[in-house]
């Protein structure tokens, strides 16, 4: 660890750290610069602009100093001058302005948006170009940032839907949950078909936050997607929406697939379905297709649960085997 590192640390656990941050930047700067940091005269050197650091005795050469720190070369000083505008942005709009540059530049882009969204809702309307940018991971930061926002993301991030970047597709779909517009369900809905797993996964969910039931026979059909990942999302959607999917999943008992058949079993157990089939009907035809189309450690469990029904007067027996 060196000095600089050292002393941004230790700056940090005192308290009074922005001051002593913004000292590290500076003399590093300084020093790269060729001027002795114990001193205010510069040292003969070349005609290169790094020779050319202001005094740092004002706001403005604070401001250019730091905004020479995010474009440098160094990871330490461009951390250190991050997290120095993060804690001025509250007081200076230059600050603001200068994080959202940093964040073009591709050095430390988390950490750039993690200032961003710390300064919220400072930066606000300073983001939607950033929709535009030419760089996937610009693009992908920014649609999560304006999450922040719902006024803004309404009308600017469906269109990041359709982005060439799955990434940047899926986090607007996470983005378009703050809405909560019937915009945003259509964009969901027609996402479900996407070519990228991760995308269809937040679709699922994306459409289960907005749409509830209303999206249930859409997501019903992702039960049986070649990506466990999406098979997941749909049965979480699902079992999110409660009581009222079962007319739509009880059919799917029936599909070709047998892992669209379990799928929709685990969907009914989990609504609490299986065990409302198993206490009204007396001869358990539902139930048994539930059961017919699970694991044995499902149907074991609802036996299990059958049984203590029995004993409490309250259902009929059931076995744990699956019908033929």
């Not at 078909?193 to 937040?202: G, K, L, Q, S």
Request: net charge negative.
């Amino acid at each position: 660890m060196d000095a600089a590192t050292l002393a941004v640390i230790c700056a940090i656990a005192c308290g009074g750290w922005l001051l002593l941050v913004s000292g590290v930047v500076v003399g590093r700067l300084r020093r790269d610069a060729g001027v002795d940091p114990g001193s205010d005269a510069p040292r003969p050197s070349d005609d290169s602009p790094r020779a050319l650091v202001p005094e740092v005795d004002g706001e403005d050469a604070t401001r250019r100093l730091l905004e020479e720190g995010i474009r440098s070369a160094d990871r330490d000083i461009r951390i250190s001058a991050i997290t120095s505008l993060g804690r001025l942005g509250q007081r200076h709009e230059w600050a603001v302005d200068a994080l959202i540059e940093a964040l073009t530049t591709g050095g430390e882009p988390v950490r750039v948006a993690a200032q961003l969204d710390r300064l919220a809702p400072l930066p606000g309307d300073r983001l939607i170009p950033l929709l535009a940018h030419p760089t996937d991971l610009v693009r992908f930061c920014a649609t999560r940032l304006v999450a922040r926002y719902p006024a803004l993301a309404e009308p600017h991030i469906p269109e990041l839907t359709r982005d060439a970047s799955p990434n940047v597709r899926a986090a607007a779909l996470e983005t378009l949950r703050t809405t909560r517009s019937a915009e945003s369900l259509r964009c969901s809905l027609r996402l479900l078909d996407d070519p990228d797993a991760r995308v269809r996964a937040n679709a699922c969910r994306t459409a289960a936050a907005i749409g509830g039931p209303r999206a249930a026979p859409f997501l019903a059909m992702r039960l049986g997607d070649e990506s466990w990942w999406v098979r997941e999302a749909a049965r979480e959607a699902l079992v999110d929406a409660g009581a009222d999917v079962v007319t739509v999943v009880l059919p799917l008992l029936e599909a070709e697939s047998p892992d669209l058949r379990h799928a929709a079993a685990l969907v009914l157990q989990d609504v609490g379905a299986l065990d409302d089939l198993l206490a009204e009907d007396v001869e358990h035809r539902d139930a048994k297709r539930i059961l017919a189309a699970s694991t044995r450690r499902l149907r074991d469990a609802a036996a299990g649960r059958a049984q203590l029904g029995v004993r409490l007067g309250t259902r009929p027996a059931i076995t744990s085997e699956p019908v033929p």
